[in-house]
């Protein structure tokens, strides 16, 4: 059971919006920033988003982040096949003095 | 170009012992926090320590509290994870992880080392 709960998967079509949630609590996304993952198959996970809604360079506008409260989300629009991965939320969680996890969300590219 | 190298995984008996080694280049490995992430077969990631620039602080989840220790010996540029009486709930790639302290994210990873726990 993970910290963070994400939806265990999500789909679309190419050149659709998507979009998946991840909710937290008080200790985690509600004091700190939340970091989104893209883990495609085989591979590590790369940084999408960090502090909520920052790119790193390199990674397409297409993609973008945001915080509310306990919750926050990815949207990726204009989806391509090459976006078909695993994506996960996390945060640092004050009171346990950890990095935790979203379950990870598997996005399918119809 | 920033790149962290592990090794040191494999096939260890539960009860058993491993060492694992990140080796880092590319930037200061003695400016940035470190952590160890973990990920079972098909399963999520799973954050299991991490060590402050000097070695000072360290954190870790509580299924590894006791077994595990991080360390880090900065003149060589390199993060260990030694693992004591491995469980086969252990079995997982094992991937060091550079923290951004500025803007608080694991903001490169390595390609991770997998260590199998089994009789």
């Known amino acids: 059971q993970s910290v963070l709960t994400q939806p265990p998967s999500a789909s679309g079509t190419p050149g659709q919006r998507v979009t998946i949630s991840c909710s937290g609590s008080?200790?985690?996304?509600?004091?700190?920033?939340v970091n989104w993952y893209q883990q495609l198959p085989g591979t590590a996970p790369k940084l999408l988003i960090y502090?909520?809604?920052q790119r790193p360079s390199g990674v397409p506008d297409r993609f973008s982040g945001s915080k509310s409260g306990t919750s926050a989300s990815l949207a990726i629009s204009g989806l391509q096949s090459e976006d078909e991965a695993d994506y996960y939320c996390?945060?640092?969680?004050?009171?346990?003095?950890?990095?935790?996890f979203g379950g990870g969300t598997k996005l399918t590219v119809l | 170009e920033v790149q962290l190298v592990e090794s040191g995984g494999g096939l260890v008996q539960p009860g058993g012992s491993l060492r694992l080694s990140c080796v880092v280049s590319?930037?200061?490995?003695?400016?940035?926090?470190m952590s160890w992430v973990r990920q079972a077969p098909g399963r999520g990631l799973e954050w299991v320590a991490n060590?402050?620039?000097?070695?000072?602080?360290?954190y870790y989840v509580d299924s590894v509290k006791g077994r595990f220790t991080i360390s880090r010996d900065n003149a060589k540029n390199s993060l260990y994870l030694q693992m004591n009486s491995l469980r086969a709930e252990d079995t997982a790639v094992y991937y060091c992880?550079?923290?951004?302290?500025?803007?608080?994210?694991?903001?490169?990873w390595g390609q991770g080392t997998l260590v199998t726990v089994s009789s």
């Open positions: 992880a550079r923290e951004e302290s500025g803007y608080r994210a694991l903001d490169y």
């Open positions: 590319g930037f200061t490995f003695s400016d940035y926090w």
């Open positions: 060590i402050k620039q000097d070695g000072s602080d360290k």
């Open positions: 008080r200790s985690n996304i509600g004091r700190n920033t």
């Open positions: 502090r909520n809604n």
């Open positions: 996390a945060a640092w969680d004050d009171s346990l003095n950890v990095w935790v």
